[in-house]
């Protein structure tokens, strides 16, 4: 079975950095592009990141380029995401997720997800 495992979330103040973190098991971790996914109270799940099977190629919605930063280690099934200069606009439950799609930016576009890992960010 295919499970995603979301860790690292928690209570940040505005301003401070949070690194989650999404370990892999039961797939070919590195044929696989990984990405993160958020969904707050009241919105849509919106893509927030993705990284390629090498981890030599990365994609971000425009509004966290600069603050979040997406990685990988083959070697350890994990794929992460560090947050820097939370805000509250950023408060939202974080996914991870599992495609064979080469760039895929819509849910519809990933087959495996986690259980989501929240984030809260006080003003």
């Known amino acids: 079975q295919v499970h995603l495992v979301e860790s690292g979330g928690g209570l940040v103040q505005a301003g401070g950095s949070l690194r989650l973190s999404c370990s892999a098991s039961?797939?070919?971790?590195?044929?696989?592009?990984m990405g993160w996914f958020r969904q707050a109270p009241g919105k849509e799940r919106e893509f927030v990141a993705r990284?390629?099977?090498?981890?030599?190629?990365?994609y971000y919605e425009d509004s966290v380029k600069g603050r979040f930063t997406i990685s990988r280690d083959n070697a350890k099934n994990t794929v992460y995401l560090q947050m820097n200069s939370l805000k509250p606009e950023h408060t939202a439950l974080y996914y991870c997720?599992?495609?064979?799609?080469?760039?895929?930016?819509?849910?519809?576009?990933?087959?495996?997800w986690g259980q989501g890992t929240q984030v809260t960010v006080s003003s």
């Open positions: 990284i390629n099977w090498s981890g030599g190629i990365t």
């Open positions: 039961g797939l070919e971790f590195e044929h696989y592009t």
């Open positions: 997720a599992a495609s064979l799609e080469v760039a895929p930016v819509t849910a519809g576009g990933y087959t495996y």
